[in-house]
Each structure stands twice: as C-alpha cells, then as structure tokens.
T-cell receptor
C-alpha cells in the first residue's frame, strides 16, 4: 500500500520551455502533497506544500511563479517548471501524506529534469 | 547548526555485518522519526516510522530513538549487498508538521 507514482521519470527540455511533472497517490487519498528538490550529495529541499483544493505554500526562496503547483484532487498534484533554465536542472521528488495521525510521507520515484 | 545532523559517509561494510546508522538533532519538539532508504536515481522508500522514544523492530531493521540525547539510530542486521543505498533520517514535531531530513548516509555492503 501507500504507492506514489511520479511521471515522467526523466525529461530533457530546451531552455525557455515549460515542463509538467505529475504526482499521483495510487491507493490512498493524499490530503497533502509535498514537492522536493534534491541536489547531488545533499538532503531533500522542500519546495512547497500543496493541499487539495487550496493554493500551495512555498518555502522561502522558491519562486511560486516559476514553480506552479496544482493539487486538483486528492490523488493528483502537478508541478510545472515554467520558462526553464539550465540552473533548474535537478532531481524533483514528490511525496504524499494520507489522512490520519500519524501518517508518514511516501515518495514518488523522482523526475530527473535536464534543461539544455 | 543544522536541525538534523547525519554523517554522509560513505560507510563500507562486509556482507553479513551489523550496520549502525545515526542522526542527531537539536529540536526537542521532534516526536516522529523516520528512516528512508534511497537507491540511486530513485525516490526515498520508507523503512521505519517511530513515535517518541524507544525501539522498533521490523525484520533485519531496528530503529532506536533516545529523545533525552536527541539521538536516533537504525541498525541493519545481516547486511546484504542489496542494502547498499543512501539512508536518510527524517523527523517532525507532529503528524502533519513539516518533515526535516538529514543529508543521508551512503552505505556500501561489500560481498
């Protein structure tokens, strides 16, 4: 149980284009989803928290107009990297937390974004 | 000082050894403690989830929490080459609160 599916696993795009990453909770309803960015040999950096049906909460230093997050249903959240630049190249990982306390985070398999 | 400190390793052990992975933290409000395993180019996989102090065992894995010392451990018995991965500790002050991660310890189990 508690499977989180993330697509695509890898994407290469040209500078200036936009890329959408999907995160789905397959067997549970995710009241909250989180988007992380991970640099080599570094910890997971929380970018934003999204709750179903409301606006995402962004961490300090994360541009909300660049990283658009939509959490339209209890099983789907999307992250759109707009006008991507090479410095946006990174490993993006989503996670989902179900209802009930305690409820740990379950992660997708990540998306490797390369902007050329 | 980081909220969560974790030795990045790498830690190399022979197959069959007992592995001890540790994290220290500074925030006394942390009550929920997690260990994740992350293979290269994959998302973290939840291994253990514990609340407050004490031990929890699941197969070859044992998680220990010592809140008085602000110290948590993950023990892996009879380590296998397939255990080679990066292990991340994580913690939060509440079930719905922000989760803070360690930087991860890279483990290599040598056949």
């Amino acid at each position: 149980g508690a499977v989180v599916s993330q697509h695509p696993s890898r994407v290469i795009c040209k500078s200036g284009t936009s890329v959408k990453i999907e995160c789905r909770s397959l067997d549970f309803q995710a009241t909250t989803m989180f988007w992380y960015r991970q640099f080599p040999k570094q910890s997971l950096m929380l970018m934003a928290t999204s709750n179903e049906g409301s606006k995402a909460t962004y961490e300090q230093g994360v541009e909300k107009d660049k990283f658009l997050i939509n959490h339209a249903s209890l099983t789907l959240s999307t992250l759109t990297v707009t006008s991507a630049h090479p410095e946006d190249s990174s490993f993006y990982i989503c996670s989902a937390r179900g209802a009930g306390d305690p409820s740990p985070l379950h992660f997708g398999n990540g998306t490797r974004l390369t902007v050329t | 000082q980081k909220e969560v400190e974790q030795d990045p390793g790498p830690l190399s052990v022979p197959e069959g050894a007992i592995v001890s992975l540790n994290c220290t933290y500074s925030n006394s409000a942390f009550q929920y403690f997690m260990w994740y395993r992350q293979y290269s180019r994959k998302g973290p996989e939840l291994l253990m989830y514990t609340y407050s102090s004490g031990n929890k065992e699941d197969g070859r894995f044992t998680a220990q929490v010592d809140k008085s010392s602000k110290y948590i451990s993950l023990f892996i018995r009879d380590s296998q080459p397939s255990d080679s991965a990066t292990y991340l500790c994580a913690m939060s002050s509440g079930g719905y609160q922000k989760v803070t991660f360690g930087t991860g310890t890279k483990l290599q189990v040598i056949p």
